[in-house]
């Protein structure tokens, strides 16, 4: 089995993806001190608990009585592939999607330590014909859906679909499937400064939920997974250049350093991070980094870059292993410390001042590890610089609680 899971990862790359750092720029109120709850968006497991995806907030603040201890959940009335989230632009509201069910969930954070469900909505594949919503990406009084899939023939094929903060439909953007484009979509990354936007490129429907068995014998469907990022003008909302980045370039990282105007991201399927830059008049991609060895698959899937753009954490599923990259050089980036944090990780995410970093386990349903194997939590740790260093751990099957994907911070008013 082991072998089959490997041979599938390999051919079709990972979903993953966001924290403090590496939130839209037009999102409100960073909070640069201490967290006070972190959000995870978590997939039901049949006969465990009610079985629903829910969403799951745990306390987060050392100085807390709930310090490390789930402190609400909100089922939100069935099972669809709970995936990715994303904060509105005045962090007032948060979006959460399902890559089988095609819904999104909007949670008022009113009270950040009970989140309210207050909106479903669900007529994306009606009004844009894509399938799997992803990335949720903030801009002025809008929201930007970053989508997997279509609802014609289930494949790659897919684009970004827009809301307003009511969330009302707006207007749909194809991904090109000219100029070099597969038209496949992943993650979605803004740099206002230069009126720029990427696009990354994972798989569809067919492929993101097939059981591992049956898709492993399907060649032709092994093939079908994304090659390219695209760059945009942002305000026009046009593709204006295809760049080649093969092995399903996932998630998309600007520098959050004033001056900075390049973008990394990591390759699932062969292991190598790449970075974006203007170089005249003209955004590139180059290959600039190899993480671990890509002949062990150790399939990287999410990425956090710090705060001064200096350092970039990557999880790699398979092996369980959370790296830090020394960035100062983004064309030469160094691997200068690794630790195993799990039987399988995902989700990466760090503190703004990059003191605390969380880790979530699950990748996709039909995709976990199984048996003893199949691990489900998120774990803090402190780190100092040289070494993570436990702080607390809530165990999502013991407390019945579904698979830990996403997760977002939030924090008191002050």
């Known amino acids: 089995m082991r072998k089959i899971?490997?041979?599938?990862?390999?051919?079709?790359?990972?979903?993953?993806?966001?924290?403090?750092?590496c939130l839209s720029p037009y999102t409100t109120a960073l909070i640069k001190g201490q967290e006070d709850y972190i959000h995870v968006w978590a997939l039901g497991v049949k006969d465990l608990g009610d079985g629903q995806d829910k969403l799951v907030t745990i306390g987060a603040n050392p100085k807390a009585k709930d310090y490390g201890k789930v402190v609400s959940s909100v089922s939100v009335g069935g099972r669809g592939e709970?995936?990715?989230?994303?904060?509105?632009?005045?962090?007032?509201?948060?979006?959460?999607?399902?890559?089988?069910?095609?819904?999104?969930?909007?949670?008022?954070?009113?009270?950040?330590?009970?989140?309210?469900?207050?909106?479903t909505i669900s007529d994306l594949g009606a009004k844009t014909g894509y399938?799997?919503?992803?990335?949720?990406?903030?801009?002025?009084?809008?929201?930007?859906?970053?989508?997997?899939?279509?609802?014609?023939?289930?494949?790659?094929?897919?684009?970004?679909?827009?809301?307003?903060?009511?969330?009302e439909y707006v207007a749909k953007?194809?991904?090109?499937?000219?100029?070099?484009?597969?038209?496949?979509?992943?993650?979605?990354?803004?740099?206002?400064?230069?009126n720029t936007m990427l696009t990354s490129s994972f798989t569809g429907y067919t492929n993101y939920m097939r059981p591992l068995?049956?898709?492993?014998?399907?060649?032709?469907?092994?093939?079908?997974?994304?090659?390219?990022?695209?760059?945009?003008?942002?305000?026009?909302?046009?593709?204006?250049?295809?760049?080649?980045?093969p092995g399903a370039p996932l998630e998309i990282r600007w520098s959050p350093k004033a001056g900075d105007n390049w973008a990394i991201t990591a390759t699932a399927l062969t292991s190598k991070l790449w970075l974006?830059?203007?170089?005249?008049?003209?955004?590139?991609?180059?290959?600039?980094?190899?993480i671990g060895d890509p002949a062990k698959i150790p399939l990287p899937v999410d990425i956090s870059i710090t705060a001064d753009g200096k350092g970039l954490w990557v999880n790699t599923?398979?092996?369980?292993?959370?790296?830090?990259?020394?960035?100062?050089?983004?064309?030469?980036?160094?691997?200068?410390?690794?630790?195993?944090t799990g039987?399988?990780?995902?989700?990466?995410?760090?503190?703004?001042?990059?003191?605390?970093?969380?880790?979530?386990?699950?990748?996709?349903?039909?995709?976990?590890?199984?048996?003893?194997?199949?691990?489900?939590?998120?774990?803090?740790?402190?780190?100092?610089?040289?070494e993570l260093k436990p702080a607390f751990e809530v165990d999502f099957t013991k407390e019945k609680l579904g698979r830990a994907h996403h997760m977002k911070f939030s924090a008191k008013p002050r």
Not at 214 to 237: C, R
Not at 276 to 281: D, F, N, S, W
């Open 82 to 119: 709970a995936h990715h989230m994303g904060f509105t632009d005045d962090r007032r509201y948060l979006w959460a999607g399902g890559l089988s069910d095609n819904k999104i969930y909007v949670f008022d954070l009113q009270d950040p330590a009970k989140p309210k469900l207050t909106k």
């Open 173 to 194: 953007y194809d991904l090109p499937v000219s100029g070099g484009g597969d038209g496949y979509g992943y993650d979605v990354a803004i740099n206002p400064a230069k």
């Open 276 to 290: 974006v830059k203007q170089e005249g008049k003209e955004w590139v991609a180059k290959e600039v980094g190899t």
């Open 343 to 386: 039987k399988q990780v995902n989700m990466i995410s760090q503190s703004w001042d990059g003191k605390r970093v969380y880790i979530a386990s699950s990748l996709l349903e039909n995709w976990d590890k199984g048996g003893a194997d199949n691990e489900q939590f998120v774990r803090a740790f402190d780190w100092d610089g040289k």
């Open 317 to 340: 599923f398979m092996d369980g292993t959370t790296r830090y990259f020394d960035l100062t050089n983004p064309e030469q980036p160094k691997q200068t410390y690794s630790k195993v």
């Open 131 to 167: 399938l799997g919503p992803h990335t949720f990406y903030a801009t002025p009084g809008r929201m930007i859906i970053g989508t997997l899939s279509n609802t014609k023939d289930k494949g790659g094929v897919t684009g970004l679909a827009v809301y307003n903060n009511k969330g």
């Open 213 to 245: 068995g049956d898709l492993v014998k399907d060649g032709e469907a092994m093939k079908k997974f994304g090659n390219t990022m695209v760059v945009w003008d942002h305000k026009a909302m046009k593709p204006v250049k295809v760049l080649a980045v």
């Open 5 to 21: 899971l490997l041979a599938v990862l390999l051919a079709f790359g990972l979903p993953a993806a966001a924290d403090e750092t």
